[in-house]
């Protein structure tokens, strides 16, 4: 059982920036693509960005230019930077691998203001 624990999430205004955490157990973290996803209410959940261990890293449209995902070997965890917010990236922020397969965990909330 993976227990996957987002932080970092916040409220800021239109052009502010957040970086979240994912942070798993060591024998898991190089063995797979890492993805961070979001979700609005009503919503389908959707990939934001995804990171292989080799580094290769890929992003919806919604993002690109604006979002980097990141992942530091050494901590085992997985970042998502996140710049020039607007409020249509308000949203539960999850991590997990990809394609996802684990149990999600409670993600963590980003509310961006106009």
């Known amino acids: 059982q993976v227990q996957l624990v987002e932080s970092g999430g916040g409220s800021v205004q239109t052009g502010g920036s957040l970086r979240l955490s994912c942070t798993l157990p060591?024998?898991?973290?190089?063995?797979?693509?890492m993805g961070w996803y979001r979700q609005t209410p009503g919503q389908q959940r959707e990939m934001v960005a995804r990171?292989?261990?080799?580094?290769?890293?890929a992003y919806a449209d919604s993002v690109k230019g604006r979002f980097t995902i990141s992942r530091d070997n050494a901590q085992n965890t997985v970042y998502l930077h996140m710049n020039s917010l607007n409020p249509e990236d308000t949203a539960v922020y999850y991590c997990?691998?990809?394609?996802?397969?684990?149990?999600w965990g409670q993600g963590t909330q980003v509310t961006v203001s106009s």
């Open positions: 990171l292989s261990g080799g580094g290769t890293a």
């Open positions: 997990n691998r990809w394609p996802p397969g684990w149990d």
């Open positions: 060591q024998s898991l973290f190089s063995g797979y693509y």
